[in-house]
């Protein structure tokens, strides 16, 4: 079964800063998501991927697979950036476990402050 | 709002009774996903359809658990003779799958139970 780690848990930061949330993860993958929870429970998909690196707006997510971690950057930080980051990974088929459900890191609580 | 949607947004019960939940996803999806979460953990994974076809069961989804996809849309997860530790969000998500490969997950707003 895989094991997803992310650090850190928590993270306060000033409006305007560059934040950088880490995703590791122990064995091979399909694909790695990074996910945006909002208090309330939604859940929105922010990135899905299996190599390199993405870039959607202010949001970078970069993956290593050799090293197994994944990156999510946030350029120029907002309070409305606030949220929960949840990393999530797919693992390939017929591995057991529940193959195509996503196993989730703990995720990291993110507070912009103005 | 992600097009994915649930009933009821909350539920509250008492211990020992059934409570079924509905999950409505986009609708040319044809993989859907329940996920459980309790207070400040990540989601779990607990049971997947490819269509109408449960393919997967995680080993937290216990005997008192039950979901069906009868037609290859909407999806219903009943938990009988709830427990106070059945208390979480259940999650729900579809994905449009093509092949044998993964795509983007869509997520439901999540139904909130609550045992008394």
């Known amino acids: 079964k895989n094991e997803v780690e992310q650090s850190p848990q928590n993270l306060t930061a000033q409006e305007g800063e560059f934040i950088t949330i880490n995703c590791s993860y122990s064995?091979?993958?399909?694909?790695l998501h990074w996910l945006q929870q909002h208090p309330g429970g939604g859940i929105v998909s922010l990135f899905m991927l299996s190599s390199g690196k993405k870039k959607h707006g202010r949001l970078i997510a970069t993956i290593n697979i050799q090293e197994k971690h994944s990156s999510l950057h946030i350029t120029a930080s907002h309070p409305r950036d606030s949220a929960v980051y949840i990393c999530?990974?797919?693992?390939?088929?017929?591995?057991?476990?529940?193959?195509?459900?996503?196993?989730f890191g703990k995720g990291t609580h993110l507070i912009i402050q103005p | 709002d992600t097009g994915v949607s649930q009933d009821p947004r909350h539920k509250i019960t008492k211990r020992g009774q059934n409570v079924t939940f509905r999950c409505d996803p986009i609708s040319e999806h044809n993989r859907l996903y329940w996920y459980r979460q309790t207070l400040g953990q990540g989601p779990e994974f607990l049971t997947y359809?490819?269509?109408?076809?449960?393919?997967?069961k995680s080993r937290l989804l216990s005997d008192r658990f039950s979901a069906e996809r009868p037609k290859g849309s909407f999806s219903t997860l009943e938990i009988q003779r709830t427990e106070q530790g059945d208390s979480a969000m259940y999650l729900c998500?579809?994905?449009?799958?093509?092949?044998?490969?993964?795509?983007?997950?869509?997520f439901g707003p999540g139904t909130r139970l609550t045992v008394l």
């Open positions: 359809f490819q269509n109408e076809a449960q393919l997967e």
């Open positions: 999530a990974v797919s693992s390939p088929l017929n591995s057991g476990g529940g193959a195509d459900g996503l196993t």
């Open positions: 998500a579809s994905e449009l799958v093509r092949g044998w490969g993964t795509d983007t997950q869509y």
């Open positions: 064995v091979g993958i399909s694909a």
